[in-house]
Structures are given as C-alpha cells and as structure tokens.
C-alpha cells in the first residue's frame, strides 16, 4: 500500500508546541505581598549573544533591541526572537531581543493560535512553557523564596488548564502542567490537583540529577509516580530540561550540541529503565518531545545486551559482585552503582518495559521512520514544535508527507504517527478528541 495524497492525512496532533506566558498573569494574580518579587516584565533595551557556547545577554544596552525582559525574584530572563520566530522566513530568524508584540500572536493569544493550528492542519497540541518556567519549570526550582515558586507555578498551572486549554480551546490545547520539583510531596499533590481539574500531562525533567534534585536511581520520586500512576497522568520530557545540552567541548559551536541533542533522552531512558521505575509503576507511559526517535532501536537493544549479561549491576545474573574493569581501577570515586536495591527482576527485558510506555516524537526523523517497525509503529509521536525556530508551520502536513512518501508509509502508519499514537499516549478521549 502507497502512502495516501497530502490532502487525504489526517488531522495532526502535536505533541510539543509551545506558549509565551501571560505578561500580566502574576502580577494580576499574585498576593500584594508577593508582587514586587514574582514574576512581572519592564521594557528595555537589551542584546542578546552567543558565547562560549552559552547565550547572553546585556541589560540597558543602547546599541540593543527592545525587549520584554522577565523578572522574578533575583531572575532576568529576556525574550527573544528564537522564542517564536514561526511564519519568518529562516533568514530572519536571529537571535536577538524582542517584545511579544513583534512576535506572531499566535505566540500568546489563543485565538490567533488556533487559527495557526487550523492553517497548519493541527487539530490539538500539548504547550510546554516558552520563556522564563522553562521546560520542566525550572525557573521556579531555582528560586529562593519557595512559598513565592509554589504560588507562581500553581497560577501557571491554572492558568493553561482554565484559561489556555478552556474555552475555544478546550479539547484542542491540551494543558500540560508543571512540578514543585524542590519537594516531592508537594509534586505529588499538585499531579492530583491538576488531575482534578482535567490535566493528564506533566513535564518532568529529563535528568532531575542535573538540576541537584535527587536521581531516578534513588527511588525519592515514587510518591510521584504513584500519583502518576493514580491520576492516568503521562510524564512528558523536553530536551534541555535537565538545564543541560549535551557538548564535546567548551568551544563547540552550537550545532555540535543541536546535532547531539537525543542523548539526554538516551541516559534518560536508561534511567528509567535500571533504576527499575517503570518495572514498579507498571501504569505509567512517558514520552521525549524534540528527540526524535532513530536513536531508539540501538539503545533499547543494548539495555537488553547489557541486562542478559547481568554486567554492571543489573540483570538476572548480577550477583553484586564488582566485576575485573571495576575493581582493577584506581579511581575511588568511580561510581559502578552496585546498590542491591537497584537489582530488576529477571524478567522482563528492557525492550519488553518499554514497549507501548515510552514514545518519542519526531519532525525531520528519516532515520527513525525507515525503522519505525524496530522502534515501535506505536510509540512514535508527531510534533510541529510551533512557535519555535525548528518547526514546521505553516507546511507541517506537507512535510509530513514528504517524510512519510520517502520511506513508504501506509494510510495506516500515516494515521498512527500523525494522531493515532497520541491519543493514546496522553489518553486524549477524556478531552473530547476522537479516534
């Protein structure tokens, strides 16, 4: 079977799109006591560069652009252009400061959004956070003041289920909810609140180590996972949301890290995998936004090499013993992880775990649709990552089809990766979506 003509493909679902945050949301929100240290935006000129591969930015600069600059607490975060270049021409799409006013509105009004989802042939779409929040909500982990953080991130999190996600766009912006991730208990009880009120979907990070929180290995996040497990909420991860990109060298440009982006979903994977989470909680799904998939079938077939050897403290024939590599080395601080907590039963494989739990999402994945059979035909998303510089609007139909062309996909796959997948992946029924 041929792949279907480009106006026969369904509907899309995006799984990772994202939204410019309110600039007055806090400040109309927030307590009188708590407003002069919330989040709240001033106007000034500000440029934006590219250093040592990290970005920058200098304040009140007047060879700079003007920008709608975010403070909160001791925060600066300015917007910038890459936050939603979506219907530039890519020659225009620079890296320097702006206001959301200069953007496209579909940026941060919903009603123009949804006409840019109605021109692109999106039905619905999960939002991440787009400026300060950051993917996993960060930016409010970082902050000192914790009563501050936690009523800020409870105003976003209401924010996107009733005001972003009702309305118009309710059954077609689905609400994607953020964590308290400084307190587990905490996370837990606001998986419910927002499971209360018709949120299903969370943002996690893709490595919570990184951000100093405790690892996936250390078993601290259960009480999470059960609040996950008890809610059918799905854990979603975003690149950088460990606050880290993967580089070789402090001199690398920025491509190298572009190029190299899927190995955090990689090591995160792993971890969920060894530190026997998903075998625990055998409920949860989770899904890596903007890593595509190609990495996969490699990845998951080596976890099972590695888990039938029961080397390097997994596996049914690990016997904690510290095996000739580890125990010739030198290096005391060589962390070999031979804790017998972390020991997986004997059966499942890893390939068996993940199968129908973990999904990826691709936009320019070749690789990963030649083997879409090897990675799962059920487990791959798609995402139109509008507003954003890699996305695809207003064509994402079209470049969809010319992927799905390439590699000869039937109507049937074509509708899987397309919609099908995600419907089930974030149990999308319960927000009115049909199959």
Known sequence: MST???????????????????????????????????????????????????YGFTRNDPDGQLCDLWLFEDASVPTGLLHGPAGLPREQQRNIATTYEQLRPGTYDQAARLADMDQNHVQAALNYPNTFPR???????????????????QIYNDWIIDDWGAGAGKGRLIPLTLLPLWDVDLCA????????????????SENPHKLGLPSMYSGAWDPLWQACEETETTVSMHIGSSSSMPATSPDAPLATSMSLYAQNAEG???DWVFSGTLQRFKKIK???????????????????SVYKEGRGGVGPNFNNDIDDDASNNDDTNLNVNLNINNKLPSDPLPSDIVAGRVFGCIFDDLVGLKQRHDVGIDQI???????????????SRQVAHEMFTAVGMNAADCYKVLRGNAITAYNLPTHNIPT
């Not at 994202?18 to 106007?43: C, F, I, N, T, Y």
């Not at 998986?191 to 009120?197: G, M």
């Not at 998303?381 to 064509?395: I, K, V």
């Open 381 to 395: 998303l798609f995402e139109t990552d509008y507003p954003h510089s890699d996305g695809t609007f207003p064509h």
């Open 135 to 153: 993917f996993c909500g960060q930016g409010f982990l970082e902050r000192t003041d914790k009563k501050l953080a936690l009523a800020a991130l």
């Open 286 to 304: 989770i899904v890596y936004a903007e890593s595509q998939v190609g990495w996969m079938p490699f990845q998951i077939e080596r976890m099972d």
């Open 4 to 54: 279907p003509p480009v106006e026969e493909l369904p509907l899309i679902i995006s799984v990772d799109d994202h939204v410019m945050e309110p600039k007055d949301l806090w400040q109309s929100q927030l307590p009188a006591s708590l407003k002069d240290q919330g989040p709240r935006v001033v106007q000034e000129k500000v440029r934006l560069h590219f250093e040592g591969g990290h």
């Open 268 to 270: 995160s994977l792993v």
């Open 189 to 204: 009880a606001e998986v419910h609140r927002c499971a209360a009120k018709g949120a299903n979907a969370v943002a996690f």
